[in-house]
């Protein structure tokens, strides 16, 4: 099946400074990624859409100076979490989905974000 | 508006069968998605249905009305390691996935 992967799996970063988190698609192409946030015991919420070689599309209230997309290639989106704030610690999970006929999103792992 | 209804958390048995429900609204309709997470995990794929009736994968099966607008989760033989959150998303007609808030299941022994 296909495998989505994300790096780093968490990190503990001090407030002010930026963090990148990097997801992959290791066996197809996502023509789309996706960007969630997940409080602890709430559902996921997504933040922004992704498609290859165009500019992210933000949810509202998703601040896109702060939360930084790029998806430079078929394979690799980032999110760069810039000057960040205690209140940015989340669990960050991206998803991929191939295109064509099958809307399945597959999911990484998901980044667990801590701001100190 | 778009809304995805589903209840907040179920108890079973296990060993048991136990259905979440799930109601849904959306702008168009391109399929109706059910996840499973545990605890600190990303989420797992676990059915889609787009056409009405139910569709059985193993101990989990996937029920779809779209004139209900109504889908559940059936899970038959119940085991531990079911214990987790059911995340139930419909696909609207710029095919995003609105997700509902989830449905926590403890399976008690």
């Known amino acids: 099946g296909a495998v989505v992967s994300q790096h780093p799996s968490w990190v503990i970063c001090k407030s002010g400074t930026s963090v990148k988190i990097e997801c992959r698609s290791l066996d197809f192409q996502a023509t789309t990624m996706f960007w969630y946030r997940q409080f602890p015991k709430q559902s996921l919420m997504l933040m922004a859409t992704s498609n290859e070689g165009s500019k992210a599309t933000y949810e509202q209230g998703v601040e896109k100076d702060k939360f930084l997309i790029n998806h430079a290639s078929l394979t690799l989106s980032t999110l760069t979490v810039t000057s960040a704030h205690p209140e940015d610690s989340s669990f960050y999970i991206c998803?991929?989905?191939?295109?064509?006929?099958?809307?399945?999103?597959?999911f990484g792992p998901g980044t667990r974000l801590t701001v100190t | 508006g778009q809304n995805i209804d589903q209840p907040t958390e179920m108890t079973a048995t296990e060993g048991a069968i136990v259905q979440i429900n799930c109601t849904y609204q959306t702008s168009g309709f391109n399929g109706l998605f059910w996840y499973q997470q545990h605890a600190g995990e990303a989420p797992t794929f676990l059915s889609y249905?787009?056409l009405d009736g139910l569709e059985e994968k193993g101990r989990f099966s996937s029920f779809l009305s779209r004139s209900k607008g109504y889908s559940y989760l059936l899970l038959k033989e119940l085991q531990m390691k079911d214990s987790a959150s059911y995340l139930c998303?419909?696909?609207?007609?710029?095919?995003?996935?609105?997700w509902g808030a989830g449905t926590k299941l403890i399976i008690k022994p």
């Open positions: 998303a419909g696909m609207d007609s710029n095919y995003q996935l609105i």
């Open positions: 249905n787009v």
């Open positions: 998803s991929a989905r191939g295109g064509g006929d099958s809307y399945e999103q597959y």
